[in-house]
C-alpha cells in the first residue's frame, strides 16, 4: 500500500506548495518511506511511497521517454515483467524496474486499452501533457482505493478523504442520501461517498479528463464481471481449475521483498491462503497471526488457527482484544478509516494489523472468499426461501441452473446459529420477488427498533430503487449469480476499505 495524490487547477495559475505538502502529509501512513511530488504550472501530482517490490528505484511519479506522461500508482502489477518485455520488442525505454514504469509506457502504447492488459491491484493516475488529460484507474475488484472531487474546473483526487478535505477548496459537508445508505446498509451505493462532492472510483472504472475549462470528466466502465454455463466439464475439472486459480492468486501476492505473513483466523478462506502460501515457499516459515477476545471464549477459534499454522511449521501469533484497546485506538481508527463502512469487525483487525506489523510488512488474507464462495448465512437464507417457494409452486425443476431443496439440505445445520434472524427475514414478505427478499437480508435496520428514529426512514424506496438496479443490472436468470453480483459491487468494498 502506498499514497497518491493529485490536483488539476484550471482556476489558478500555480499550486500551494505547502498545502499540497501537508495534503500529502496525510497520507504518510500509507507511504512512510519515501515522498515525492511533481509540479508544472496549475498541476501537481504527489506519492508517498511503501517499499515491498523494488526497494531502490521506481519511486514516483515517473515519466516516459520524453516527459511528457507521468503516473503516480498505488499498488502492484503482477505481469510487469512479460508487459515490460512486450514493450520493448515495440521500442519502449526503461529506466528503472519498477512496475510504475512498465504502466505508463503501457498507456503510452494502447492509450486507454491498456488497463486490459494489466494484472494487478492498483489505483492509478496518469497525467498526459501531451494530449491534456488526466487520467484515474481503479483495478478490476477494488482493493486499492481511489476518491475524487470534481467541482468548477477543479480536479483533486487521492487514496484517501483525509488528503482530499485538507484543501481550503473543499467545503466540508454531509451527503445526507449516503448517510441513510449507511445507516441501511453499512455502506455507500453507488460512487458517493459520505461527503458532498466527493466520490470513489468505482472498481473496473477509469475517470478520463480533457482539462479545458468548462468540460465535464467521464466516468467509463473498462470491466465487469461476467457469469457464464459451462455445461461441457465435470465436477473433477472444475476443482482443478480452482486449485489453479488459488494457487496462481496466492503465488502472485508472495511477489515481496520485505517480511511476509498471513491473517490466519482458522477459517476456511484464510487457512486455504496460510497452506497455498506455505507450500508455494516451503523455505519460508510463515508467521500467522490471529486475534481473540479473552472475555468471550465461545467464540475463541485460535485453536484452528493454531492447528493450521502447525500444519505448515510456522509460528502463530495469537493477540488477545480487549476494551481498553478499543478506548485507547476507536479515535486512530475513525482517523484513518475516513468514513464508517462494514460494522465493528475493524476494531479487532486494526489490533491485529498493528501487532503484526511489528514482525511483518506485508500479510496475506482470505478476504474475498465469502463473497465469491456464498460464505454469509445471508446467501443461504435466501436461497432457502427460493427452494421452499420452487417446491411448493413445482418450478424447481423449470431451471436447470437452479439449486434444489435437497442439495441444500446438508448445509442448513449451519442456520442453528440464525434463528432470530430467519424469524425477522420471515415475519413478512415471505415469496416476494427476490430483489424485495435480498434487500431486506442486506439492511441493519429492523422495523420497530425503539432505538431508530424511523421518521428519518420514511421511505426505503429510494435506496431499494439503487439496490434493486444493481442486482438485476446484468438479467442474470440465476439468483445466485445476482446475489454474487451484488455483493462483489459493495458489501466486498466495505470489507476491503476495513482490510
Known amino acids: 500500500m502506498s499514497g497518491i495524490l493529485g490536483i488539476v487547477n484550471l482556476e489558478e495559475n500555480d499550486i500551494d506548495r505547502l498545502e499540497f505538502k501537508e495534503m500529502l502529509d496525510t497520507l504518510k501512513h500509507r507511504g512512510p518511506d519515501d515522498e515525492k511530488a511533481y509540479f508544472t504550472e496549475n498541476i501537481a501530482l504527489g506519492y508517498r511511497k511503501l517499499a515491498t517490490v523494488n526497494l531502490i528505484d521506481g519511486n514516483q511519479p515517473i515519466s516516459n521517454e520524453d516527459e511528457t506522461m507521468r503516473v503516480v500508482c498505488d499498488g502492484i502489477i503482477f505481469n510487469f515483467r512479460s508487459l515490460r518485455t512486450e514493450l520493448t520488442c515495440r521500442g519502449h525505454k526503461f529506466k528503472t524496474n519498477s512496475d510504475a514504469e512498465v504502466v505508463i509506457h503501457a498507456y503510452e502504447e494502447y492509450g486507454h486499452q491498456f488497463l486490459a492488459h494489466l494484472n494487478g491491484i492498483y489505483s492509478i493516475a496518469i497525467l498526459d501533457e501531451k494530449r491534456r488529460n488526466i487520467l484515474l484507474a481503479r483495478d478490476r475488484v477494488g482493493v486499492r482505493p481511489l476518491y475524487f472531487y470534481f467541482k468548477n474546473d477543479i480536479l483533486i483526487f487521492a487514496s484517501e478523504i483525509k488528503a482530499i ?11 445526507y442520501d449516503s448517510i441513510n445508505d449507511y445507516l441501511i446498509f ?4 453507488g460512487k458517493r461517498t459520505l461527503f458532498k462532492n466527493i466520490n470513489r472510483v468505482l472498481p473496473g472504472y477509469y475517470l478520463i479528463w480533457n482539462y479545458i475549462r468548462g468540460k465535464p470528466c467521464e466516468l467509463k466502465q473498462y470491466w465487469d464481471v461476467e457469469y457464464h454455463y459451462d455445461l461441457n466439464h465435470t465436477e473433477e475439472y472444475f476443482i482443478e481449475k480452482l486449485r489453479f486459480l488459488l494457487e496462481d492468486s496466492v503465488k502472485l501476492n508472495l511477489m515481496s521483498d520485505v517480511p ?11 487457512s486455504t491462503t496460510t497452506c497455498i502460501a506455505a507450500d508455494l515457499s516451503p523455505e519460508l516459515k510463515l508467521k500467522t497471526f490471529s486475534g481473540y477476545y479473552p472475555e468471550f471464549e465461545e467464540y475463541d477459534e485460535t485453536k484452528y488457527a493454531k492447528v493450521v499454522t502447525g500444519h505448515v511449521k510456522g509460528e502463530n501469533y495469537a493477540i488477545p482484544i480487549d476494551y481498553r484497546q478499543f478506548v485507547e485506538n476507536i479515535s486512530k481508527i475513525i482517523y484513518f478509516m475516513d468514513e464508517p463502512q462494514g460494522g465493528p469487525g475493524v476494531f479487532g483487525q486494526f489490533i491485529v494489523a498493528k501487532e503484526a506489523s511489528k514482525e ?14 456464498f460464505g454469509y448465512a445471508k446467501s443461504l437464507i435466501a436461497y432457502l426461501e427460493e427452494c421452499i417457494n420452487g417446491a411448493i409452486m413445482e418450478t424447481a425443476d423449470t431451471s436447470k441452473y ?17 434463528k432470530s434472524k430467519l424469524q425477522y427475514f420471515w415475519r413478512e414478505g415471505l415469496f416476494e420477488p427476490q430483489d424485495k427478499r435480498y434487500f431486506r437480508l442486506n439492511t441493519q435496520l429492523c ?9 428519518l426512514f420514511k421511505d426505503f424506496d429510494k435506496p431499494f430503487k439503487k439496490f434493486s438496479s444493481i442486482l438485476n443490472s446484468k438479467n442474470l436468470s ?10 462483489l459491487k459493495f458489501p466486498l468494498q466495505a470489507v476491503l476499505h476495513v482490510d
Do not use: R
Request: hydrophobic share 35%.
Open 447 to 455: 422495523k420497530g427498533d425503539p432505538l431508530i428514529n424511523w421518521e
Open 260 to 270: 511476509l505473513g498471513t491473517y490466519l483466523s482458522g477459517g476456511i478462506d484464510s
Open 165 to 175: 478535505i485538507k484543501s481550503n477548496k473543499i467545503k466540508k459537508e454531509p451527503d
Open 186 to 189: 453499512q455502506y455507500c451505493l
Open 478 to 487: 440465476s439468483y445466485i449469480n445476482k446475489m454474487s453480483y451484488y455483493d
Open 402 to 418: 437452479a439449486v434444489t431443496l435437497e442439495s441444500i439440505i446438508p448445509n442448513l445445520p449451519i442456520l442453528k446459529m440464525y
Open 360 to 373: 511483518i510488512k506485508v500479510a496475506l488474507s482470505g478476504e474475498g472468499g465469502d463473497e465469491i464462495f
